[in-house]
Each structure stands twice: as structure tokens, then as C-alpha cells.
């Protein structure tokens, strides 16, 4: 390896890892606030590791805050809408791209049209339809309208065209099913651009705000985020609480990202070489 690979490749490295740190650092910093007692939390700019670590702040975030139960209700909306994001973007994804139907055409740019309309200009309209059917302060409100989400489709669909058809045609002259195609060949095939949809819409449905504001009126059906921006209103001034709360709210997506991020790269890596 000459000389200027080996600088460029240092220098690649040296990039990557200032971009990790910044990206880490706030992170990092802001559990090192959850670990410390309150008055040095609150001492002007806090340190970065805490003198005396304590888990008071986690402990009456919790306890007090009653933090348990909108994790809990944050936990089964994410990881349901995750689950049913992965299954309608994989079979809607593959028919759009390689299954021959009247009207395909038609669907593919709907699909299209649908990531481009934002989500603000749809909450009037599902607030009304969920009101009509008795299903707001349900889990189904916040599940249903993220389930078929139109971008995991568009992803899915744009992977499924890097696949060669030669591969489906094969089995098909082989005999096999749409569904056997689709259960032993498709599926494995597209299993690292699923994960990659369903890290996102994890994290997309773990952190929205606004829909489950207006669709959770019950206080105890509330998630996560809705209920720190409540408690911040009351304890705004009790850093080392807040910090416990935001540390709370990262480390499920955190966790998600570790477990999945061989199936992510591998999409990513997949997609880049894909023609």
C-alpha cells in the first residue's frame, strides 16, 4: 500500500472518529448529569463524570414520576409498529417491485405521494376517524397510521429492484408458489433492508410527539416523550431528574440500533452496490 492510500485511510479514520465523538459526547454527557446529586447538577456547567454516582435521579424518575408505565406504553406501541412496519413494507414492497398487477404503476407513485405529504397535515383528519370508531387513548391509534408506512415501502421496493429477476423466474419455472417465493427466497433476500426499516421506524415511532399528544388524552395511556415534556414543565429546574428521564428515553433506541446493526450494515453495504 503506497504511502498516500495509507494517509488517506488514516485521515478517513481520523474523521470518523471525531464525527463518533461528537456524536457520542452529548450522549455521554447527558447520563453522567443523571448520575449526579442535584446540587452539583445544578452548579453552572456541570462536570463531566459525577463526583459521587448516585441512582437517586433514575429512582424517582421512576417512583415518583410514575416514568415506568409510559415507557412501558412507549415499548409496546414502538415495537408493534415496528413488527407490523416491517411486514406490510416487505409484502408491499416486493409485489410493487417485481409481482405484475393491473394498476401497479398507479400504487407505486400513491406510495410516492404519501411520503411527501407531512404528517402535521394528517392528525385533524385520524383524530376524527379514531374518534368515530371509539379508538382513541388505544395502543391501535398510534399503531394503525404508522403500520403502512410509505417510506420502509419505498425502501423495500427499491431494494427488491437490485434483486435479479432471473432468481424469482427460476423458482417459478421450478413450480413454486408466489407465497413459497416469497417465504424462502424473497424474505431471506431482503432481511437486511427490513432491519434497516424497522430500525427507522422504531426510532421515528419511540420519538414522536405530537400524534400521541393529541390521539392519548388519558393520562396513563400517554409514551414516553409526552410525558417527560409534562414533567419538565413542573421540575424544569431539577437537571439531574430531566437528564435521568432523557437517558431513559435514548437507551431503548440505543439498545435496538447495537442489536441490529449487522442486518443495518449489511443493507447499507448491499444498497451501495446495488445497480
Request: charged fraction near 10%.
Amino acid at each position: 500500500m503506497s504511502l498516500q492510500n495509507r494517509t488517506l485511510r488514516a485521515g478517513t479514520y481520523l474523521g470518523l472518529a471525531v464525527l463518533a465523538g461528537a456524536t457520542l459526547f452529548p450522549l455521554l454527557w447527558v447520563t453522567s448529569i443523571a448520575l449526579m446529586r442535584a446540587p452539583e447538577a445544578a452548579a453552572g456547567t456541570p462536570s463531566l463524570w459525577p463526583h459521587h454516582p448516585t441512582l437517586v435521579n433514575v429512582i424517582n424518575i421512576i417512583s415518583r414520576q410514575h416514568l415506568g408505565r409510559y415507557f412501558f406504553n412507549s415499548m409496546v406501541v414502538a415495537a408493534t409498529t415496528m413488527a407490523l412496519s416491517m411486514l406490510v413494507a416487505g409484502s408491499a414492497g416486493y409485489a410493487l417491485a417485481r409481482v405484475e398487477f393491473r394498476g401497479r404503476r398507479l400504487v407505486s407513485w400513491l406510495v410516492m405521494l404519501g411520503v411527501l405529504i407531512p404528517n402535521q397535515a394528517l392528525v385533524l383528519p385520524l383524530f376524527e376517524m379514531f374518534r368515530t370508531v371509539h379508538l382513541v387513548n388505544h395502543y391501535a391509534a398510534l399503531v394503525l397510521p404508522a403500520a403502512a408506512n410509505p417510506v420502509g415501502i419505498v425502501l423495500v421496493q427499491a431494494y427488491m429492484r437490485g434483486i435479479p429477476a432471473e432468481i424469482l423466474d427460476a423458482a417459478r419455472i421450478d413450480g413454486a408458489s408466489e407465497w413459497r417465493i416469497y417465504r424462502s427466497i424473497v424474505m431471506p433476500l431482503m432481511a437486511p433492508m427490513l432491519a434497516a426499516v424497522g430500525v427507522l421506524i422504531f426510532v421515528v415511532s419511540w420519538n414522536d410527539f405530537m400524534w400521541p399528544m393529541i390521539a392519548m388524552q388519558q393520562e396513563s395511556m400517554q409514551t414516553l416523550p409526552v410525558a417527560l415534556a409534562a414533567i419538565d414543565r413542573e421540575h424544569y429546574q431539577d437537571i439531574g431528574l430531566m437528564a435521568a428521564g432523557a437517558t431513559m428515553t435514548m437507551l431503548p433506541m440505543v439498545l435496538v440500533f447495537l442489536a441490529s446493526q449487522r442486518y443495518y450494515l449489511r443493507s447499507v453495504i448491499a444498497g451501495s452496490l446495488t445497480d
